[in-house]
């Protein structure tokens, strides 16, 4: 859900957060949470559409979390609003709701949307994934498998995520990586925190085939290992196919830096939660 538009690099000491939501208890939940993991964060909370657009009207906001479904409107078109209407160049806008995988499937959420969150995942996750965007961290730990048989676009996208803090394994086609990942899982290790692939690779096999490969013949899940794929690729039908089939979120071409550490470190935040709450359970 990457918009070219989205170049403003938020780190505000101060940051402003919008969150629109019907429920007064998940209103107050959310504060909460965004107000132990962000000191000095302030907490806009709207109960509609009509509330929110008095806020915008009276200064500047960060980031903007919302419902789909609002006592007033839908959500999406108080994002449409937002958009044309917001007193700064560009406000990121997190949709959060519970069947936000089935509309970014049906490709319904549109352009206006930056980004998404499956409420699912929980409320401190949600505020992580906050985090992420309003106070970034200057680095982040873990291994990235990236797949791009480019050379050029590959050196460019590993001084990105290495200046973060993050292991890049670059290889340039499908099977590399998965010559890769048989090793590590004959070391009993999964072989990367998360995979990044382009969707168009030369050789026999796509960006395709390995997501397909990583979720039938490896047997992971979405939480065991992410799998996040690039495309330039506008068709809608294309993108949910490549959703359908396992992949946990796509990053539309050209590659936008803030945006792509955001999803990548959300990504490994919760399938090292969700490998943790398995070890627990083990043990």
Avoid: W
């Amino acid at each position: 859900m990457a918009d070219a538009a989205l170049t403003r690099h938020i780190a505000s000491e101060t940051p402003r957060v919008m969150v629109v939501d019907g429920s007064k208890v998940v209103r107050r939940l959310i504060e909460q949470l965004l107000k132990a993991d962000l000191p000095g964060v302030t907490v806009l909370a709207c109960e509609s559409g009509a509330e929110a657009k008095k806020q915008l009207e009276a200064g500047v906001v960060d980031l903007v979390t919302m419902a789909l479904r609002l006592p007033d409107m839908d959500g999406l078109d108080l994002a449409r609003h937002i958009r044309e209407h917001a007193p700064q160049a560009y406000i990121p806008i997190i949709v959060v709701s519970g069947d936000v995988n089935e509309r970014l499937v049906n490709r319904e959420l549109g352009d206006a949307v930056t980004d998404y969150f499956d409420k699912s995942l929980g409320f401190n996750a949600l505020s992580a994934f906050i985090r992420g965007y309003v106070r970034p961290e200057s680095e982040i730990r873990g291994e990235v498998l990236y797949v791009e048989d480019s050379r050029v676009v590959a050196l460019a996208t590993r001084r990105m995520l290495e200046k973060y803090g993050l292991t890049v394994l670059h290889v340039t086609s499908v099977e590399d990586a998965i010559a890769h990942l048989e090793t590590g899982m004959v070391q009993g290790r999964v072989g990367a925190d998360v995979v990044l692939s382009d969707v168009n690779l030369k050789g026999d096999l796509t960006g395709g085939d390995l997501l397909e490969r990583i979720r039938t013949e490896f047997g992971y899940s979405k939480g065991q290992l992410p799998v996040l794929i690039m495309t330039g690729d506008d068709n809608p039908q294309n993108q949910a196919t490549l959703l359908r089939a396992g992949a946990n979120d796509l990053v539309q071409k050209p590659i936008e830096e803030r945006l792509l550490v955001t999803k990548l470190l959300f990504q490994m935040r919760v399938s090292r939660h969700l490998r943790e709450q398995l070890r627990t359970a083990a043990a």
